[in-house]
Structures are given as structure tokens and as C-alpha cells.
């Protein structure tokens, strides 16, 4: 299968109740080729209306993330561990994230990236298999099988606690060196 058929079965999908409450499916956007996959946890309002993922406020400060990494938005996959919006951005519960997983899997297998970030939490947690916080996993790479993980902040959490964003831009430099040494 490839990204485009994947996409295909995650738009009819209703493994679980989030598909009753969707506008879209947010499966992810980016080359199939990207050398970086972003994981964020799931999609918000503003990407369930528009069905592309980090479209927000959250979204803006991402895009100057990458440029610190030296990379561009259209140089990056974009997906979530969920494809569908909880309702009023509540966390996912764990039988989502278990009906979902799947296709967060297959899109890491057909693209192969060198790099996986996640943002925050929930994807740190769900590509780690671990219960450990963020805070003690940011900062450092990680071998995930074999895959380089850079668990970092979401870029929302910035936007509540400022004092978040020099600790997301100091990972982003991990990023675009650890790109640049490969």
C-alpha cells in the first residue's frame, strides 16, 4: 500500500467514536520521500476543518521551528497519532490512540525518515513506548528501533508558557544538526 491508498482507508475509518464528530480526517501532508516525520498528538478545530494538521497558531510557531532547523514546512511529513479531532481537544483515551496506531505505523514505514519528532506528550509516549514526560525525554535523540527519535515540546505549550519556546529552539538546532551530520 502506498500513502495515498493509506489515506484512502483512514478517511472511511470508524474503528472508534471520533469519526462521528469529524469535518475531516487529518492523515498527514509531505513528501513521501522526507528525511523528517513530525508527530503531533491529534488534531485540533482548525485542522479538522481543514484536514491538514498545524494549520494554527501552533502551527505558525512550528513553521519558525523548522527554519531554525534549516528546514521548510514542504521539506517535512506532518501527521498526529490520531486522525480525527477529540472532542473539545481533549486528551485522546487510550482505545483511540490503539485504533489509530496503525496507520501512524504504516506512514512511518512507507516514508523511512531519518528523523522522528514528536510533539509533546502524547506522541513521545506513543513512538517511545514509554511513560516517561516530556521534559525528561526532550533534549536528547533516541533510538526507537531504527529510527533516530527527537522528543521535543509541542510548539502549543510555547504559546501558554514562553518560557518552553528557547527549549524548543534549542532542539530544533539538535535537529538541524544532527541533518547536517548525516
Same mark, same amino acid.
Given at each position: ?6 489515506? /484512502? @482507508?483512514?478517511?472511511?475509518? #470508524?474503528? /472508534? ?23 503531533? @498528538? ?32 514542504? @521539506?517535512? +511529513? *506532518?501527521?498526529?497519532?490520531? !486522525? /480525527? ?13 490503539? $485504533? /489509530? $496506531?496503525?496507520?501512524?505505523?504504516? #506512514? ?7 528523523? *522522528? ?11 517511545? !513506548? ?9 533534549? #536528547?535523540?533516541? #533510538? ?8 521535543? +515540546? ?5 504559546? +501558554? ?7 524548543? @529552539? $534549542? ?5 538541524? $544538526? ?5
Amino acid at each position: 500500500m502506498d500513502l495515498a491508498g493509506l489515506a /484512502c @482507508e483512514a478517511g472511511s475509518c #470508524q474503528a /472508534c467514536p471520533l469519526w462521528e464528530s469529524r469535518t475531516n480526517v487529518v492523515f498527514g501532508v509531505g513528501p513521501e520521500d522526507a528525511r523528517v516525520m513530525i508527530v503531533g @498528538e491529534a488534531p485540533g478545530k482548525n485542522e479538522d476543518l481543514e484536514g491538514r494538521p498545524f494549520v494554527g497558531a501552533a502551527g505558525k510557531n512550528l513553521d519558525s521551528l523548522l527554519g531554525i532547523a534549516g528546514l521548510a514546512r514542504d @521539506e517535512v +511529513y *506532518i501527521a498526529n497519532v490520531l !486522525k /480525527c479531532r477529540p472532542p473539545g481537544n481533549r486528551d485522546p483515551r487510550v482505545e483511540e490512540i490503539q $485504533a /489509530c $496506531a496503525h496507520f501512524l505505523h504504516d #506512514q512511518a514505514k512507507l516514508i523511512e525518515p531519518e528523523v *522522528i519528532v514528536t510533539l509533546g506528550n502524547f506522541a513521545a509516549r506513543h513512538i517511545m !513506548k514509554t511513560d516517561m514526560g516530556i521534559t525528561r525525554l526532550r533534549g #536528547q535523540v533516541h #533510538q526507537v528501533g531504527r529510527f533516530k527519535v527527537l522528543p521535543v +515540546y509541542h510548539p502549543a505549550a510555547a504559546l +501558554y508558557d514562553p518560557s518552553k519556546q528557547e527549549a524548543l @529552539e $534549542a532542539d530544533f538546532r539538535t535537529l538541524g $544538526a544532527l541533518l547536517a551530520a548525516s
